[in-house]
């Protein structure tokens, strides 16, 4: 199996749309929401555009999507992580997240948000060294925990 990790082109928009509405659709049916849900394809190319979309390629299939957002605190905020179901627990979403750290090599800083009752993702997130750090209560139903991971400056 050849696993890499590309830049996203335009074309690749709505293969990844598929990927994350595969991956988040429960997480939408449980929550009545999610941001990486039936996201709009125009979002996606904007996203790919400004050049810090990646697709997860193996044995020349996207496979699944990370997306980075550099904020202007200069936080590396991952705004999206899917596998494919069909590439789950095989060690891609952990290649893939390894890979996007060397690319972005000076960021000190890693954030993102997920559910805290999706055990399988905080899971995942914790097993990267990832931390609860705060959490945020959107509806009675969801309560994201932004996880962090920091760069040891030592």
């Known amino acids: 199996m050849n696993i890499k990790l590309e830049k996203a082109d335009e074309c690749d928009a709505e293969k990844i749309i598929s990927i994350r509405n595969q991956c988040?659709?429960?997480?939408?049916?449980q929550f009545g929401e999610c941001p990486g849900y039936n996201i709009p394809k125009?979002?996606?190319i904007k996203r790919i555009q400004q050049g810090h979309l990646y697709k997860i390629v193996i044995d020349n299939?996207?496979?699944?999507?990370v997306s980075v957002h550099?904020?202007?605190?200069?936080?590396?905020?991952?705004?999206?992580?899917?596998?494919?179901?069909?590439?789950?627990?095989?060690?891609?979403?952990?290649?893939?997240?390894?890979?996007?750290?060397?690319?972005?090599?000076?960021?000190?800083?890693?954030q993102l948000e997920t559910p805290l009752s999706n055990i399988r993702n905080?899971?995942?997130?914790?097993?990267?060294?990832?931390e609860v750090i705060d959490t945020k209560i959107l509806t009675d139903k969801l309560t994201l925990g932004v996880f962090e991971?920091?760069?040891?400056?030592?």
């Open 24 to 29: 988040f659709y429960d997480d939408y049916v």
């Open 70 to 110: 550099i904020l202007d605190s200069g936080v590396h905020w991952i705004g999206c992580a899917a596998v494919a179901k069909k590439f789950q627990n095989r060690g891609i979403g952990s290649f893939a997240m390894k890979e996007i750290e060397k690319l972005y090599s000076r960021a000190i800083v890693w």
């Open 122 to 130: 905080c899971h995942f997130y914790k097993k990267l060294g990832y």
């Open 149 to 154: 991971k920091t760069k040891n400056t030592l």
């Open 61 to 65: 299939e996207i496979a699944g999507d």
């Open 42 to 44: 125009e979002q996606v």
